[in-house]
């Protein structure tokens, strides 16, 4: 890791649209300063995610040094514009002090200050409250290099202050943790297991972004070993032990988020007696996911259990209900499971062979559509998709030919039972 701070090379390959960014604001007489996670990924050699800008420029003074740009101003009333910059997205903030918080979650007000010391102070952890000027260099108040030296996440200031005012950050905590493979200050980790219950009160949405980057991190075993009680509280329906009884082969799945969760809803599905679809989709909807996660999470855990196909017409099956990607992903799920890689090898090679041909395995793939059956098999309501299923059925196991003729012909023997 490059440590040795405050070092120019580090910033020499800022990206081209945040400089002119820089230019104006400092241009104008402000200061102006890379913040947070970019500067914290750049020191430890990363390429950073996005880059924040923060500046002791007034919101009103940033809406006129960038008036020839376009901006979006949603978040203006808490310091933030929005700079698009060679048609890239920059989040300008004016340097802000937080006020009270009212629910462990939202600061009652915010106000603006003229020293990015203040700025860096209301920021989560040492590593992420650092900023870097390429007039004034680095700064860093709360020894965020030494801890990012460390591979240490230490609250900024008392951690039991830090999590009653927002109670995302002991989740955030375990997710830096684990995606930066670095270990959890003594006080902060005592803070973090004894506030755990501060989570109830966090919207699922913001719960589920963090948990989902924590479920994808390389320490995600450690950090769901050793701090099992608190996720525990995040992923609601899930047992501390069962985190705990999952946390070793998790890491060893796809680093997808969904896929995770799912095997960790799978092994824990047993103790309440639903079937482990039911239960992964209970846990998704609880965590208030898009409903394409809980559709992938219930499919995933049921799947893991079963077999993977042998048959040529079930693997077409299972390739209309997943996606080539989600299919790679069961099968390397199930070599974890199975503790043995024969399974799956001789699955993706059956697989292979039969994608590479291109095979019809969804109605929408059907030289047919629901105008031509209703038309020519006079089928109505609910009796067309049992009519295009039962030609999709005809076409995976080769009884027909993909063919218009073939298929319109096929409904001469329409069994009467499906009308
Ligand atoms: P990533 O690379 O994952 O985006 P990041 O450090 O940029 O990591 P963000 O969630 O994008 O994390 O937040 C940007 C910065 O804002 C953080 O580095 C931190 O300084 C500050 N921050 C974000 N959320 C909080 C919070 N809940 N409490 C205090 N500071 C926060
Ligand atoms: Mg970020």
């Keep these: 890791m490059i440590l040795s701070f405050p070092n120019k090379k580090m910033f020499k390959n800022i990206p081209e649209y945040i400089i002119p960014v820089l230019d104006e604001l400092e241009g104008a007489g402000y200061e102006a300063y890379l913040v947070g996670g970019c500067v914290r990924d750049r020191a430890r050699g990363v390429v950073p995610n996005d880059y924040d800008v923060t ?5 009103h003074e940033m809406q006129s040094v960038f008036s020839s740009y376009r901006v979006i101003e949603t978040g203006l009333k808490h310091g933030t514009l929005t700079v698009v910059s060679s048609g890239e997205c920059v989040e300008v903030t004016t340097y802000r002090i937080d006020g009270k918080y009212a629910d462990n979650r939202h600061p009652t007000s915010v106000s603006f200050t003229d020293d990015v010391t203040l700025d860096l102070s209301r920021r989560d952890f040492t590593v992420n409250a650092m900023a870097y000027s390429r007039k004034l260099g680095l700064c860093d108040p709360f020894g965020g290099m030494d801890d990012l030296g460390r591979k240490m996440i230490v609250c900024v200031g008392s951690p039991t202050e830090r ?11 375990l997710r830096f943790a684990s995606v930066l493979e670095f270990a959890i200050d003594g006080e902060t980790a005592d803070a973090i297991h004894a506030m755990k219950d501060l989570l109830r009160g966090i919207s699922k949405e913001r719960i589920y972004t963090e948990l989902g980057k924590l479920l994808c991190g390389g320490y995600a075993s450690r950090i769901m070993s050793e701090y099992a009680d608190v996720l525990s509280v995040c992923i609601e329906g899930v047992s501390p032990e069962a985190i705990e009884k999952t946390s070793r082969v998790v890491a060893s799945l796809e680093a997808d988020a969904v896929l995770r969760l799912a095997y960790i809803c799978r092994l824990s ?13 209970a846990v998704c909807k609880k965590l208030k996911t898009s409903s394409a996660d809980v559709k992938r999470a219930s499919l995933f855990a049921s799947l893991m259990g079963e077999m993977l196909p042998v048959e040529k017409k079930d693997i077409k099956y299972l390739m209309g ?5 989600d299919i790679r992903s069961y099968a390397a799920v199930r070599t974890v499971f199975t503790e043995d890689g024969a399974e799956s090898e001789r699955f993706i090679g059956e697989y292979e062979k039969i994608a590479a041909a291109d095979p019809c395995v969804k109605v929408s793939g059907l030289a047919v559509g629901g105008a031509d059956v209703m038309e020519k098999a006079g089928v109505k309501g609910q009796a067309v998709g049992r009519t295009l299923a039962w030609l999709l059925d005809g076409v995976i196991c080769e009884r027909l030919e993909n063919t218009r003729e073939a298929l319109l012909a096929a409904l001469d023997d329409l069994p009467e039972e499906l009308k």
């Design 55 to 59: 500046t002791n420029a007034k919101p």
């Design 163 to 173: 999590f009653s005012e927002d109670g995302l950050r002991i989740l955030r905590a």
């Design 269 to 281: 599905a047993d103790m309440d007696g639903d079937t482990p679809a039911q239960h992964a989709a």
């Design 321 to 325: 209900k997943l996606t080539a990607e």
